[in-house]
């Protein structure tokens, strides 16, 4: 983490806007209306540094964090996180020690820990509380509604263990046309019945993510679990509803993506460039070196096809991009020099490539081209 672009020994960069983060978790607060919520920090914030990230919300006012893992969880803390966390994938073969020692909270999908969750609970001292997870048709991680009663029965055998939440996971809440939110929504709705017929309130049920509080689904919940949205991004609502497409562009991607041409040559018509030689000239061209490359986050599957932002132009990306650099074609944009920034990812004054651009083209999703930003790639935090 750097304090300032002209610092770096190597150009290439990734600005991160708390201001834009701090609009966004407003924008999110207004849409979750009395329902409590939980800020999703895993795999690295998608992206954006875990420690800046939580800081910043932590301040902000989010009631929960939600971690994939207990190493990403405990880096929360160690970033000096005091709020209570979620292991949305639960505990695979960690210690059950690491519970009590970092203060987290666990998803359970099974009977197959609670035992050794117990017996912890009894070596602390203290209770170990934990939210159950009911696979409604993710197909994941979760119990399947006909193991519920069972599950109950068990829980209730043992002593130490506190079950204060709820939760599923839904699979494609973006779709407002299929029937499957529907579906999930009716098997979550029935699986909570069973829950307080057994005489157990769950302090914390959740069901909606990023998509859905855009979507405006509607579940009994108290609390949103929300990732994407806070980094400015989230799936296309699919169907007829305009007030969620409005939701939607309130947001405001966080992160630019920013690298310097570091090298400029001119070249005659037919010359290959890159590995293969997958790209020959077809004129006299001006070739721009910008020291970015697959190992940063800048997918090879951009070769040939890509584009950057140089002076507030579209510059195309030639030739194959290979692990550390890549080429640009910057003949029609007049002007350009050693130094010059580039956007692979942001904007300028009439430029923009975002996210979801890049996804389309890869035929993936926004937050896997976020996520892929790489260690390597110094993360710069403006106000």
Same mark, same amino acid.
């Given at each position: 983490?750097s304090?300032?672009?002209?610092?770096?020994?190597r150009p290439t960069?990734?600005?991160?806007?708390?201001?834009?983060?701090?609009?966004n978790?407003e924008?999110?607060?207004?849409?979750?209306?009395?329902?409590?919520?939980?800020?999703?920090?895993k795999?690295?914030a998608?992206?954006?540094?875990?420690a800046?990230?939580?800081?910043?919300?932590?301040?902000?006012?989010?009631?929960?964090?939600?971690?994939?893992?207990?190493?990403?969880?405990?880096?929360?803390?160690e970033?000096?996180?005091?709020? $209570?966390?979620?292991?949305?994938?639960?505990?695979?073969?960690?210690? =059950?020690?690491?519970?009590?020692?970092?203060?987290?909270?666990p998803?359970?999908?099974?009977?197959?820990?609670?035992?050794?969750?117990?017996?912890?609970?009894?070596?602390?001292g203290?209770?170990?509380?934990?939210?159950?997870?009911?696979?409604?048709?993710?197909?994941?991680?979760?119990? =399947? $509604?006909?193991?519920?009663?069972?599950?109950?029965?068990?829980?209730?055998?043992?002593?130490?263990?506190?079950?204060?939440?709820?939760?599923?996971?839904?699979?494609?809440?973006?779709?407002?046309?299929?029937?499957?939110?529907?579906d999930?929504a009716?098997?979550?709705?029935?699986?909570?019945?069973?829950?307080?017929?057994?005489?157990?309130?769950?302090?914390w049920?959740?069901?909606?993510?990023?998509?859905?509080?855009?979507a405006?689904?509607?579940? =009994?919940?108290?609390?949103?679990?929300?990732?994407?949205l806070?980094?400015?991004?989230?799936l296309?609502?699919?169907? $007829?509803? @305009?007030?969620?497409?409005?939701?939607?562009?309130?947001?405001?991607?966080?992160l630019?993506?920013?690298?310097?041409?570091?090298?400029l040559?001119?070249?005659p018509?037919?010359? @290959?460039?890159?590995?293969?030689?997958?790209?020959?000239?077809?004129?006299?061209?001006?070739?721009?070196?910008? $020291?970015?490359?697959?190992?940063?986050?800048?997918?090879?599957?951009?070769?040939?096809?890509?584009?950057?932002?140089?002076?507030?132009?579209?510059?195309?990306?030639?030739?194959?991009?290979?692990?550390?650099?890549?080429?640009?074609?910057?003949?029609?944009?007049?002007?350009?020099?050693?130094?010059?920034?580039?956007i692979?990812?942001?904007?300028?004054?009439?430029?923009?490539?975002?996210?979801?651009?890049?996804?389309?083209?890869?035929?993936?999703? @926004?937050?896997?081209?976020?996520?892929?930003?790489?260690?390597r790639?110094?993360?710069i935090?403006?106000?």
């Amino acid at each position: 983490m750097s304090n300032h672009a002209d610092k770096l020994l190597r150009p290439t960069w990734a600005e991160i806007s708390l201001s834009k983060l701090r609009r966004n978790y407003e924008r999110v607060r207004e849409l979750a209306g009395a329902r409590k919520v939980m800020a999703v920090i895993k795999a690295d914030a998608y992206g954006h540094g875990a420690a800046p990230i939580s800081k910043c919300l932590a301040q902000c006012g989010v009631d929960w964090f939600g971690a994939a893992t207990v190493e990403e969880a405990m880096e929360l803390r160690e970033a000096g996180i005091e709020h $209570p966390i979620l292991l949305l994938g639960g505990l695979y073969m960690s210690d =059950p020690a690491h519970l009590a020692e970092f203060r987290l909270t666990p998803v359970v999908s099974s009977t197959a820990r609670l035992d050794t969750y117990a017996e912890c609970a009894r070596r602390e001292g203290k209770p170990i509380e934990f939210h159950l997870k009911l696979d409604t048709g993710m197909g994941r991680l979760g119990l =399947p $509604p006909d193991r519920l009663a069972s599950f109950l029965a068990h829980y209730r055998e043992l002593e130490g263990l506190r079950l204060t939440g709820f939760l599923t996971h839904l699979a494609s809440a973006e779709d407002l046309i299929a029937s499957q939110n529907e579906d999930q929504a009716a098997r979550f709705k029935a699986g909570l019945k069973i829950l307080m017929k057994a005489g157990i309130e769950p302090e914390w049920i959740h069901v909606s993510n990023s998509a859905a509080l855009v979507a405006g689904l509607k579940f =009994p919940e108290n609390l949103v679990r929300v990732g994407a949205l806070f980094s400015g991004y989230c799936l296309p609502v699919i169907g $007829p509803v @305009p007030n969620s497409t409005k939701a939607a562009d309130q947001f405001e991607p966080i992160l630019t993506f920013k690298s310097r041409v570091v090298y400029l040559k001119d070249v005659p018509s037919s010359t @290959p460039l890159g590995y293969g030689a997958a790209f020959h000239t077809r004129r006299m061209s001006r070739i721009a070196t910008v $020291p970015v490359g697959y190992a940063d986050g800048l997918s090879r599957g951009l070769s040939n096809r890509g584009r950057a932002i140089v002076r507030d132009r579209y510059a195309r990306i030639v030739g194959n991009v290979s692990m550390d650099l890549t080429l640009l074609d910057v003949t029609d944009i007049p002007g350009v020099d050693i130094g010059d920034e580039v956007i692979l990812l942001g904007r300028s004054e009439h430029c923009s490539i975002s996210a979801l651009e890049i996804a389309q083209q890869l035929g993936t999703v @926004p937050y896997e081209v976020l996520s892929s930003v790489g260690k390597r790639v110094p993360r710069i935090y403006i106000e």
